[in-house]
């Protein structure tokens, strides 16, 4: 029932930037954590970052200090700041809410990053 719709993804050169949102159905606050996660070619989909509706985050070792999760409550918005981008950063990037009591977890579509000069 609960719709995640994420946007911004598209093709950048190696060093560059992107920003993706995830707009949801309903207030974020709601959830007990939100994240992203990516799924690349021939690989599993991983952890990225997330943020717990307390405001702790979280990062996998191969973004930290260049993805930057974020939220905007008003907007049921969550957002990942992509700086100094990387090939092995390309990926199908989604969208994940999770919520404790009931226990839920829904997935957006997935935007598609490509790094590539």
């Known amino acids: 029932q609960v719709q995640l719709v994420e946007s911004g993804g598209g093709l950048v050169q190696p060093g560059g930037s992107l920003r993706l949102s995830c707009a949801a159905s309903?207030?974020?606050?709601?959830?007990?954590?939100m994240g992203w996660y990516r799924q690349a070619p021939g690989k599993q989909r991983e952890l990225v970052a997330a943020?717990?509706?307390?405001?702790?985050?979280n990062y996998a070792d191969a973004v930290k200090g260049r993805l930057t999760i974020s939220r905007d409550d008003a907007k049921n918005t969550v957002y990942l700041l992509m700086n100094s981008l990387k090939p092995e950063d390309t990926a199908v990037y989604y969208c994940n809410a999770n919520r404790i009591v009931p226990r839920s977890r829904y997935w957006g579509q997935g935007t598609q990053v490509t790094v590539s000069s």
């Open positions: 943020i717990t509706s307390g405001g702790s985050t």
């Open positions: 309903e207030s974020i606050f709601s959830f007990n954590a």
